[in-house]
């Protein structure tokens, strides 16, 4: 019997290739674009194991998706197959991957390999670790805190120190000591604070794989 595999991911030529790749490698595979889709597939197609983007643009995520079917169906295991260098770039408090899981780099799709021998290393619940991109991550921005990571994310979507301050419920002299702080810590050089934002959000967009806006 077939290995079944369900991806879910958003962007349709991803997805196509994801789809066409493990399917010319023998297993049986099923695709969503999103959550809710995913839920609807699964409940007939029963997959082994689920390929997961993390951003799947509006509603729950691919995190939010793993985390709710590890609790209905245990045994399922996850590769998260994304462009984020870690979770923490998505923003959230509960950025946690689900124990036994895979993470890679859609730059690894450029050798079909890898992904498939991170499907077999969590289906046999073995060497999962070994594709961890997220553990082993070396950005520039890996050795800044959570929160650090966050307020870059903040000024990377054009918030303002005002607007940042009142997200996270704390005033604007904090906000502004703790993007100092931030920006010194992801050893940016700066001349002034305005430009400072404009390369600490260049720097955040270049580590999480966005394109930079002109």
């Known amino acids: 019997?077939?290995?079944r595999i369900?991806?879910?991911e958003d962007e349709a030529f991803i997805r196509l290739l994801v789809a066409e790749?493990?399917?010319?490698?023998?297993?049986?595979?099923q695709v969503a674009s999103s959550a809710v889709e995913a839920r609807g597939v699964i409940a007939d197609f029963e997959?082994?194991?689920?390929?997961?983007?993390?951003?799947?643009?509006?509603?729950?995520?691919?995190?939010?998706?793993?985390?709710a079917l590890r609790q209905t169906k245990p045994d399922i295991a996850f590769v998260f197959l994304t462009n984020l260098p870690?979770?923490?770039?998505?923003?959230?408090?509960?950025?946690?991957?689900?124990e036994g899981s895979a993470y890679l780099r859609k730059s690894n799709l450029r050798d079909p390999e890898v992904l498939t021998k991170a499907i077999a290393a969590v289906i046999g619940k073995t060497d999962s670790q070994k594709?961890?991109?997220?553990?082993?991550?070396?950005?520039?921005?890996s050795r800044i805190s959570k929160s650090q990571l966050e307020i870059l994310r903040l000024v990377a979507l054009g918030r303002s120190n005002q607007e940042i301050a009142a997200i996270r419920g704390t005033t604007l002299r904090a906000v502004e000591g703790?993007?100092?702080?931030?920006?010194?810590?992801?050893?940016?050089?700066?001349?002034?604070?305005?430009?400072?934002r404009v390369l600490a959000?260049?720097?955040?967009?270049?580590?999480?794989?966005?394109?930079?806006?002109h």
Request: glycine content about 10%; aromatic content about 4%; hydrophobic content about 40%.
């Open 47 to 67: 997959p082994a194991v689920a390929v997961l983007d993390i951003e799947l643009g509006q509603g729950p995520t691919g995190l939010d998706l793993a985390n």
């Open 131 to 141: 594709f961890r991109d997220d553990v082993r991550s070396s950005h520039p921005l």
């Open 201 to 213: 959000a260049r720097e955040f967009m270049k580590a999480a794989g966005l394109p930079e806006q």
């Open 178 to 196: 703790l993007l100092k702080r931030t920006i010194a810590s992801a050893g940016i050089e700066i001349s002034d604070m305005a430009h400072g």
């Open 1 to 3: 019997m077939k290995t």
């Open 21 to 29: 790749t493990l399917t010319s490698q023998g297993f049986e595979v």
């Open 86 to 98: 870690e979770p923490r770039f998505l923003g959230r408090g509960d950025s946690k991957i689900p």
């Open 6 to 8: 369900l991806v879910v």
